[in-house]
């Protein structure tokens, strides 16, 4: 009988399965036992620094008050060429308006592709506020599904 068997990916694989943008699902954590504020967005990745870049939409209602203030997981997945492939990253986000990072993220954002806008907010995205962050992660994890033996 032929199964699957999901194994590490390797970089080079994960990094081409990254691409240069798309999206993904990025979670943020929240107090007490609370479940995490989790949202659709599109991603630039940099696979010399293995950092990712998100714009995302802030302010009154976003739940993403604070967003460097709390660890967060990001995931994207897909199938390509047959096979379901994910990465996950973990850490916390810091805002590339810092100074001390200002430069350091341009150079990573020039090496990504234009960020896909995802246009989920009900109303224009000239009238919603955005930032510009980075995941440097603490923990990549990246998986593909293998065909096993019969």
Not at 16 to 34: H, K
Not at 38 to 64: H, I, M, N, W
Not at 126 to 135: G, H, N, P, T, V
């Amino acid at each position: 009988m032929k199964g699957t068997d999901a194994v590490q990916m390797a970089d080079d694989e994960r990094d081409e399965f990254l691409g240069r943008s798309g999206t993904g699902v990025l979670s943020l954590s929240t107090a007490g036992d609370d479940p995490p504020h989790s949202v659709p967005v599109s991603y630039g990745y940099d696979p010399v620094e293995e950092t990712f870049y998100f714009r995302l939409a802030v302010g009154e209602g976003s739940g993403k008050a604070n967003p460097t203030d709390r660890g967060v997981t990001f995931v994207t997945y897909g199938e390509r060429d047959g096979r379901w492939k994910s990465v996950v990253a973990s850490g916390r986000l810091v805002s590339t308006t810092d100074d001390a990072l200002s430069t350091e993220s341009l150079a990573g954002l020039e090496r990504t592709d234009q960020i896909p806008i995802v246009d989920v907010f009900g109303q224009p995205t000239s009238q919603i506020q955005f930032e510009f962050y980075r995941l440097d992660p603490d923990r990549l994890t990246s998986r593909v599904e293998r065909p096993m033996g019969p």
